[in-house]
C-alpha cells in the first residue's frame, strides 16, 4: 500500500527546488508540480475527514463529562483512521509551518514559471508567472518577468490565468462591476456565485483549523491539568476558525480585507433583486442582511417599502444556512469572550457586526486597548521597518530635510541641496526657451497658464539651437541625480530607471485670482486611480501603472502658492506640505500611500521638474539615451576646434554661442530621426 500513499509535498518540494539548481529543468517542472498537487490533495482529504468524522460522531445536547470524552475520543479515532487510509501514518505529512507558509505565499509557482520558460513552455509559464504575481504583487522580478513574456511572440496573453485564487472573487468582483453599471440581472448571477463559492471557501477554511495548531513543548504541558490544556487548545481552534472571515474576504495580493464581506453581498442583492422586481428575493436577502445588522434603521425602512411594494411576498424568510453561520460564530464569540474573561487570551474580532450585548462589558474594554495597541506597534513596526531601510546618500551635496514620519506618510522624503542656485537659473533659462514656454491654458485650472517641456522636446532644442546645450545637460543630470538619489535612499530592491522627466511652469493669470478656491492640480495619485469614497487606488489603465517612484525637483520659489501637499486616501485630509524652492527634492512612492496635489499659484510663475522612475526596463525614458549621446558628441570637441576635452567639459556649465557647436548639420539631423523612430517605437 506504501507506494500508493500522497507523496508529503515538503520533500517533492525540495526536490523541485534541487533540481531546479541542478539545471534539470523539466526534473524540476515535474517535481514542482507534484509538490502543488499534493498540497491540494493533501487540504482536500483533511477537509473531507473533517466532515465525515462529525457527521458519524456528533455531539448530543446534555452530555455528561463521560459522554463528551467518549464522543472526543470517538471523533479522533475517525479522523485519524480517515487520514490514515488516504494518506499512510500521520507523521508522514507533517510539514514545517515554514513550507506550509511558502506555499501560502505561492511560492512554488515563482520555481515552476522559470522552469516551465527554460523548457520553452511558454503559456504554462505566463499561467504560473501570473498565478504567483497576483499573491505578490509588490515582487519586483516576477513583474520583469511577466513584461517579457509579453514581448514573447506567440504567447496569448490574455490566456493569463490565476490558478488559486478562490473563484468567489472572480464572481465578486464581476457581480459588483456589473451591480454599478446598473446591469442587474448579471449582478445577481454573479453574486449569488461569489456567495455560495465564499461560504465552500469559509468551511473549507474553518475545517483546516482543527489540527493546524503549533504544539507546546512537553515541559510547558505538564505543569498543566487535562481541562486547562483541552481548553487552551480548543480556543486556538476557535480563534482560527473565527479568522476564516476574514481569511476569504482578503483577495490574494491585497493588504486589507473587504469590510464586511459577506453583509455586503446581502446589501447588493436585496438592491438587485428589487430592481428587477424580484420581490420574495428581495424580502428574503434583505432579511437575510438584517440577520447581521438587526438595528439598521435604512434596512427596517426599505424592508416596509419591499413589504408594501411586493405585497404578495409574505412568506419570504431569512436565508437559513446564513442565519445558522451567525449563530455558530456567535456561539464561538461567546466561549472565546468567556476565555478572555477568564483566562489570558487575547482575540481580535473580526467582524464588524457582532451585536454590542453579546461583548461583556471588561472584554469591549480588552478589545478596545488590543486594537489600540496592535495599530499602533503597526505603526512603529513600519516606521522603524521603513527608517532601519533607509540607505545612504549616493553622493555629496544633498541631505535630507523631512523623512516619512515628519512626513505623516510612508515611502516619503524631501532633501535639500540637489541643485546649485546658478544650476536652477540653468534650467529655468530653457523653460525660458520658446519650446518651454508656450503659454497654454492649464489643463487643470482656468486661472493659471501651464507650459512643460519634455526630454524629448528639450533634445529637439539642442539639434535647433545650440543655446540650450547646458540647461539641458542639466535638465538631464538632474533627473539621473534625482534616480540615484531614490534609487539608494529608499533602496529599491531593483534597479530604477527614469521613465519620464517634464519640466513643468505654472502661471498664475493676473487679476484672476479672487476668491479662487480651486487647487494649480488636484489630487491624484500617480500610478493608480484614486477613490477616495471607497478609499481605495485601482492600479489599473489609464493609469501609469509602470510608474514606481515619483519626484518633483523644485526650480524656484519667487511666486506665492504653489505647495506640493500630500492627502490621506480621502483625498481631503492633509497630512504634510512642501514648501517649493530651488534644489529642493521631493520623492515618494508612487502608489496609493501618497495621493498629492498643488495649491494654487496666485501669484508669479512656478517651475518644477516632475521626474517618474520605473523597475520595469521597457517603461525606461528612450530620448534620455538620445539625448546623452547627442550631448555627449557635442560637448567632446569636433578636431577642428583644437580644443582639448577637459576645456569642453568645463564648458558644460557655460554658455555656449552658436557657432561653437560642433555638430556637423547632418549628423545632427540623423540623430533627430532616430529619436522620432523610437519614439514611435512606443
Ligand atoms: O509639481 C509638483 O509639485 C507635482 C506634480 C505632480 O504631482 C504630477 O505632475 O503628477
Ligand atoms: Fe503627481
Known sequence: AEKSWLQPFDLLYSAGIHAFFQGSWSQSRDYLQQALHSYSLLKKVKVSCQ?????????????????????????????????????????????????????????????????YFKLGQMDAALTAAHTFFVA????????????????????????????????????????VSHYNVQNYTQAILRLETSLKEAFMSLDECRALCEGTQEEKSHAEEIQRQVYEIIADWYVEVLKCRQACAIEIARKPGQKLPVHDFIPTHFHLLHSAYAEVSDGAAAVETLLTYLLFYPRDDSAQEKLQQYRQRFREEEGARARENVNAYIQQSLGEKRLIFYAMENLDISFEDPDAWTPEENIPEVVKNRLRAEK???????????????????????FEGPRVTLDSHQLNGSQRVVLDGVLTWSECQEILRLARTPAGSGGRR????????????????????????????????????????????????????????????????????????????????????????LDPEGRECWKEPPAYIHRDYSAVLFLNDNFEGGDLFFTDLDAITVTAEVRPTCGRLAAFSSGGENPHGIHAVTSGRRCAIALWFTHSSEHAEKERKEAEQLLTQMEVTSPQDGETVEGSMTRRSSTLSESKNPLGKKQRVSSMEHVRLTREEL
Not at 56 to 72: A, R, Y
Not at 499 to 522: M, Y
Open 372 to 394: 489600540q495597541k496592535r495599530m499602533e506597534a503597526e505603526q512603529e513596526a513600519e516606521r522603524t521597518a521603513e527608517e532601519a531601510q533607509r540607505g545612504p546618500l549616493p
Open 51 to 115: 466532515a465525515q468524522c462529525q457527521r458519524e460522531t456528533p455531539f448530543h445536547v446534555s452530555l455528561k463529562d463521560l459522554g463528551f470524552m467518549d464522543v472526543v475520543l470517538q471523533r479522533s479515532e475517525c479522523l485519524e483512521h480517515c487520514e490514515r487510509l488516504q494518506l499512510g501514518p500521520p507523521t508522514r505529512h507533517k510539514v514545517s509551518s515554514l513550507v506550509h507558509k511558502e506555499f501560502q505565499r505561492r511560492e512554488p509557482y515563482n520555481f515552476l514559471q522559470a522552469a
Open 442 to 529: 492649464s489643463p487643470h485650472t482656468p486661472h493659471e497658464l501651464y507650459s512643460s517641456l519634455s526630454m524629448l522636446k528639450a533634445v529637439q532644442l539642442t539639434g535647433e539651437r545650440a543655446l540650450a546645450t547646458p540647461g539641458v545637460r542639466l535638465f538631464l543630470d538632474a533627473g539621473e541625480r534625482s534616480r540615484r538619489i531614490v534609487e539608494s535612499y529608499f533602496r529599491t530592491d531593483a534597479p530604477l530607471h527614469v521613465s519620464f522627466t517634464q519640466l513643468v511652469c505654472r502661471t498664475a493669470l493676473e487679476g484672476k485670482q479672487e476668491g479662487r478656491v480651486d487647487l494649480s492640480h488636484p489630487v491624484h495619485a500617480d500610478n493608480c486611480i
Open 136 to 175: 505578490n504583487p509588490q515582487h519586483a522580478q516576477i513583474r520583469e518577468d511577466l513584461g517579457k513574456y509579453r514581448n514573447i511572440q506567440g504567447v496569448r496573453w490574455d490566456n493569463a490565468r490565476d490558478l488559486e485564487t478562490p473563484p468567489h472573487w472572480e464572481a465578486f468582483e464581476e457581480g
